[in-house]
C-alpha cells in the first residue's frame, strides 16, 4: 500500500518562506509524477504543481510560478515544494499526490494515492 507523509507546514507571516515535504513508501518512487494541491477553508482544491518522475518536467499554477519551486530526490523517496514570497490568501492545507502513470497533470482526478495534508496558515 502506497502512503505519503507530508511536513513542514506552519504558521508564518505574508513573505516570509516554507518548506514542505513528502515522502512516499510502499511503492516505486522513482516510477510516479508528483503533485501538490491545496485547499483553503470554503473554496475547492486546486493544483499547485507537479514534477515528472526524473523530476525534468515541472508544472505550475499560475500563481505561484516565480515563487514556487517543486522538487524530487528519488534517493530519498521525497518531494518538495519551496515556497516564498506567500501570501495570505495561500492559507490552505497542502497536499501531495501520486500519478502512477507518470503524467504529472494539473488534473487531481489522475492522482491515485493523496497524503492527509499539512496546515499552512500565512498571516497578513
Known amino acids: 500500500q502506497v502512503q505519503l507523509a507530508e511536513s513542514g507546514g506552519g504558521s508564518v507571516q505574508a513573505g516570509d518562506s516554507l518548506r514542505l515535504s513528502c515522502v512516499v513508501s510502499?511503492?516505486?518512487?522513482?516510477?510516479?509524477?508528483m503533485a501538490w494541491f491545496r485547499q483553503a477553508p470554503g473554496k475547492e482544491r486546486e493544483f499547485v504543481a507537479s514534477?515528472?518522475?526524473?523530476?525534468?518536467?515541472?508544472k505550475y499554477a499560475e500563481s505561484v510560478k516565480g515563487r514556487f519551486s517543486i522538487s524530487r530526490d528519488n534517493g530519498k523517496n521525497t518531494a518538495y515544494l519551496q515556497m516564498n514570497s506567500l501570501k495570505s490568501d495561500e492559507t490552505a492545507v497542502y497536499y501531495c499526490?501520486?500519478?502512477?502513470w507518470g503524467g504529472g497533470t494539473s488534473d487531481g482526478r489522475t492522482y491515485t494515492y493523496w497524503g492527509q495534508g499539512t496546515q499552512v496558515t500565512v498571516s497578513s
Open positions: 499526490a501520486v500519478d502512477v
Open positions: 510502499g511503492g516505486p518512487f522513482s516510477l510516479y509524477a
Open positions: 514534477i515528472s518522475r526524473t523530476g525534468g518536467t515541472t
